[in-house]
Nanobody, 124 residues
Framework: QVQLVESGGGLVQAGGSLRLSCAASGGTFSTYNMGWFRQTPGKEREFVAAIRWSGGVTYYADSVKGRFFISRDNAKNTVYLQMNSLKPEDTAVYYC?????????????????WGRGTQVTVSS
């Protein structure tokens, strides 16, 4: 089964950018659909973006559409989340996740494997 490790989080001022990476190992990365979620204390995990195994189809939450961009490099076993025009409300722990099947991309329950998360903090 694939294992996932996120990186690239940090502290950034509002309006700035960050690129998160999620490196996969131990499985056939190119067969997984991948997603990014985020979570703040006391709240449920929230869908951010997803990309199909081939990379040809992407999905975004309305709150990040036009600012965040998901991509993947199957040769490098890595999925990325480019985050631009960051806002304080984007502050959260960001998780990447892998899904074996194509089902409901926005539901955390659809994903089989999760990384441990990386903190993103956006200051105003």
């Amino acid at each position: 089964q694939v294992q996932l490790v996120e990186s690239g989080g940090g502290l950034v001022q509002a309006g700035g950018s960050l690129r998160l990476s999620c490196a996969a190992s131990g499985g056939t990365f190119s067969t997984y659909n991948m997603g990014w979620f985020r979570q703040t204390p006391g709240k449920e995990r929230e869908f951010v973006a997803a990309i199909r195994w081939s990379g040809g189809v992407t999905y975004y939450a309305d709150s990040v559409k036009g600012r965040f961009f998901i991509s993947r490099d199957n040769a490098k076993n890595t999925v990325y989340l480019q985050m631009n025009s960051l806002k304080p409300e984007d502050t959260a722990v960001y998780y990447c996740a892998a899904a074996v099947t194509s089902s409901n991309y926005v539901s955390p329950a659809s994903y089989d494997v999760w990384g441990r998360g990386t903190q993103v903090t956006v200051s105003s």
